[in-house]
């Protein structure tokens, strides 16, 4: 839960929503600044640590059952389940995948701090992270990756959320399923956008029973 509440509170507080060294000047500099999230920017850390603790906590409940939590890739996780939501990263209808590890960069350091030296790819301008690419973030992979894994929880109910303007389009993932389930439904569409963003799409959720 620290670690919740102090990487929220390094997200939030970012210039421009990004963890960029070009933007440390910001900080140093004695001008007059105005950027999205600038009254954000200007609250101090234990502040916004305070506000995250307490959403952390307010999200600990008991729902009266066992729980079980795993923190590992979707493939090696065993087991029999009644319904299984996928919530995938996703690839943009232009074939840009979500690059989480560069967009959480100074984050996974932090988290993984013994080895933040090893992780690091010296090599690069903007010193990326190594192994970025993922059957995720490909767009030429992202559908065999869909379908191992429709295939791996066939017996489970499916409940499937992704954009409506990505790769796969929401039709193909609906397809796909079908090999695998009877009855297939795209269920609800929403509106909806990104803080400080300008952008709107929408949300897609199919299921397969
Ligand atoms: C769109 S987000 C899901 C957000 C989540 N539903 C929520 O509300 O917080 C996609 C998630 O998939 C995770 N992920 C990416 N590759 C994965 C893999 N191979 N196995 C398990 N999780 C993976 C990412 O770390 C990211 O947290």
Known sequence: MAYFALFQSCIIKRPFNLFHRKNLYL?????????????TWDKPFDMH????????????FSNGKGNKCFNCDIFDVEGHFDLVYIDTPYISGKGMGTDYLGFYHFLEGLVNYD???QMIDVKTKHKRLKGNTTTWTDKKLIYSAFDKLFNKFKDSILVVSYRADGIPTIEELINLLKKYKQDV????????????STNHSEEALIIGK
């Open 27 to 39: 900080r140093f500099s004695e001008v007059e600044r105005n950027f999205g999230n600038k009254v």
């Open 49 to 60: 640590f305070r506000k995250f603790i307490e959403q952390a906590n307010q999200a600990v």
């Open 115 to 117: 080895n933040w030296q």
């Open 185 to 196: 439904r795209e269920i609800e569409r929403k509106k909806y956008k990104y803080a400080l």
